[in-house]
């Protein structure tokens, strides 16, 4: 490189080793526009650039935070974990994989589920955290759904589920595909009991998440250019072997193809969903 | 290389090769040469028998993908009468790579549904080498909703690589043409039985296979993910299929082990494709013991039997 150097003039050039004087973590670039934003305001937008709207994955329990009432939350079934049963090892064990994700995250498995309200309006709501070894549905996931569905079944009250997922988790192999059904299946419960299910899709939500109860609102909501679909991108175009259309998979998409009922942005969320829930259960308008 | 035969079964094809010349020769010889045949074809079943025996979960799952593996219409043909296809979704399409039609098992009126696979370039590529678009899974639907309302019992086959990865079927809903299947195939109120048949491929699979029973052929796989798609994704190349096999535990002997399966089906010395009356025989004496037992519950029970059994799925530990 020292060759380069001498090229370079002296007022680009960096002295390499040297940090700079900034705090870590006070500015965040936006992965879309790339504006250099500072962390507190974007903190105060729930995660959306201020400048071009995009929507930044978060975790579920920021999620969760941003969603609900404040003070209302409890959280359900917090005790379950998740367990190797396979002893499922590729480069890495299935157990250490778990314990990283659960260090980084603090999370058990991908899926957080809590009782709350929105603009006063009971309700269950779950989050994935796609953090947690890319959001990927497990025993664990479907578990605490089903007894989400279970708790909305005993409180009469609705659903709402914020997925972000690649699919069913390899790791557990069979029993994650059991998942898809397993979780469509309590659905059929809620349904019955004539309690709303609302689902709302957010980047990334696809495979066998997409393919199950992510797919079966009774209104399904996206967030702006989320990518949503069955199979991933890469794998269609080795399929089928061409170029696939701009926008492909993305929110916008599924709303004109029909798959969605509506677009909803992030900062917005809360307002709208409870208007709906409010309708759907026969109650008045929420005070906002 | 005989194409008949699979790798690991390239020294019975050999002897094969050699016995089918010798009954080329004793037809015109005036040597008796028919002991040194039985000889060999005795020597043939050992080595069949040997290797067999100790098969690696990538094996099975190259053999539930045989070229001259019987499919859903083979065993169609072999085990119902009266069978009437019925064709497409009334939306969209008739997706070939799902057949659908009502027959008669031993007498009984049932609805038939399974994965077909083509057998020729030209059947292939018809029957989308057996990956259903979402008109074939809404067609699957539309059949299992009218067997229900007539009272007839559903039997799927299960025999797919998995759900077709492509445009056409992103834009028209695959997600949801699976989701729907999953949860309406939950609350049927007729009995259900699934059997896997060759390739169990994921979400594909499953999208017809919820139900009160599930079954498996002896050399079928059931699985998440193909064992090349898991290699090429955790251990970032496809070369690493066979342990990938391995440890994602796809044949029927380990799900059975995992309270996955409810029960396997034999299949004859070296497949199915060896002698496909006898495992058509094997699979048709399974399901209408499986049914006579389902038939016996009133419908609530077998409703939530099901719902039971759905929601025990999964292991975990709680705190």
């Known amino acids: 490189m020292s060759w380069f150097r001498k090229l370079v003039p002296s007022k680009i050039r960096t002295v390499g080793g040297s940090k700079r004087n900034v705090p870590e973590g006070l500015w965040v670039k936006c992965d879309k526009c790339s504006a250099v934003l500072y962390r507190s305001e974007l903190d105060r937008n729930f995660d959306v650039c201020p400048k071009c709207s995009h929507h930044m994955r ?21 005790g379950l974990e998740p367990v190797d049963i396979l002893k499922f090892k590729d480069s890495k064990k299935y157990r250490d994989r778990l314990n990283s994700a659960q260090k980084t995250t603090g999370e058990k498995d991908a899926l957080v589920v809590m009782r709350g309200s929105v603009e006063g309006v009971p309700l269950v709501a779950a989050a994935f955290d796609f953090g947690f070894m890319g959001g990927s549905m497990g025993s664990v996931v479907g578990e605490r759904f089903v007894r989400g569905i279970n708790s909305c079944l005993e ?22 595909l059991m998942q898809m059904a397993k979780t469509s299946a309590a659905l059929t419960r809620l ?40 199979a991933g991108p890469r794998v269609i175009e080795q399929t089928v072997r061409e170029t696939l ?44 | 290389m005989n194409l008949n035969f699979l790798e690991f079964e390239q020294p019975i094809a050999e002897l094969e090769a050699k016995i089918d010349e010798l009954t080329y020769i004793g037809d015109d010889a005036d040597v008796n040469i028919n002991d040194e045949i039985a000889k060999l074809k005795a020597k043939s079943e050992a080595l069949t028998e040997s290797i067999f025996s100790g098969l690696t979960p990538w094996q099975i799952s ?58 020729d370039t030209k059947e292939k ?27 007839l019992p559903i039997l799927t086959f299960i025999d797919t690589p998995g759900a077709y990865p492509g445009i056409g079927a992103e834009e028209r809903g695959q ?51 193909s064992p090349e798609g898991c290699a090429s994704i955790l251990w970032k190349s ?82």
């Open chain 1, 155 to 176: 409180e009469k009250v609705p659903l709402i589920c914020f997925s972000a997922s690649g699919g069913a988790r390899m790791q557990e192999a069979l029993f994650s």
């Open chain 2, 125 to 151: 590529l018809e029957r989308n080498f057996g990956m259903p678009r979402p008109e074939g899974y809404r067609k699957a639907l539309r059949l299992m909703n009218m067997a229900a309302r007539f009272k």
């Open chain 2, 238 to 319: 496809a070369e690493k299929a066979e342990d990938a096999a391995e440890a994602l535990g796809i044949t029927s002997t380990r799900l059975k082990e995992l309270g996955l399966v409810d029960r396997i089906i034999g299949e004859p010395l070296g497949g199915a494709h060896r002698d496909v009356d006898a495992i058509a025989g094997n699979i048709k004496q399974a399901l209408a013991e499986e049914l006579g037992q389902l038939t016996t519950a009133s419908i609530d029970d077998l409703l939530e039997n099901r719902y039971q059994r759905l929601m025990a799925y999964g292991e975990f530990t709680e705190r």
């Open chain 1, 245 to 288: 259309p701009e926008g492909f998979q993305r929110s916008e998409f599924l709303l004109d193809h029909g798959a969605i009922d509506m677009i909803v942005d992030r900062r917005e969320m809360r307002e709208v969903v409870a208007s709906l829930l409010a309708m759907l259960t026969g109650q008045s308008a929420p005070a906002a």
């Open chain 2, 175 to 225: 997600s949801e043409a699976i989701a729907r299947n999953l949860f309406e195939m939950a609350e049927l109120k007729t009995p259900v039985i699934c059997t896997v048949i060759g390739e169990g491929g994921s979400g594909g699979a499953l999208a017809i296979g919820v139900g009160d029973r599930t079954l498996m052929l002896q050399y079928s796989t059931y699985s998440v993910i």
């Open chain 2, 62 to 119: 190259q053999l539930a993908r045989h070229p001259q593996r019987p499919y859903t219409m083979d065993y169609i043909i072999r085990i119902f009468t009266d069978f009437h296809e019925l064709h497409g979704d009334r939306c969209f399409a008739d997706d070939r790579a799902i057949i659908g039609g009502v027959a008669r098992l031993e007498g009984i009126a049932v609805m038939v549904i399974g994965h077909q696979k083509g057998r």
């Open chain 1, 58 to 78: 978060i975790g579920a329990r920021r999620r969760l935070e941003l969603f609900l009432d404040e003070g209302s939350q409890q959280e359900i079934g917090t």
């Open chain 1, 191 to 230: 349904s019955a009991a004539g309690q709303p299910y609302i689902s709302v899709l957010t980047d990334p939500t696809m495979g066998g998440v997409s393919a199950s109860f992510a797919m079966l609102g009774d209104i399904n909501i996206a967030e702006p250019r989320a990518l949503i679909g069955f």
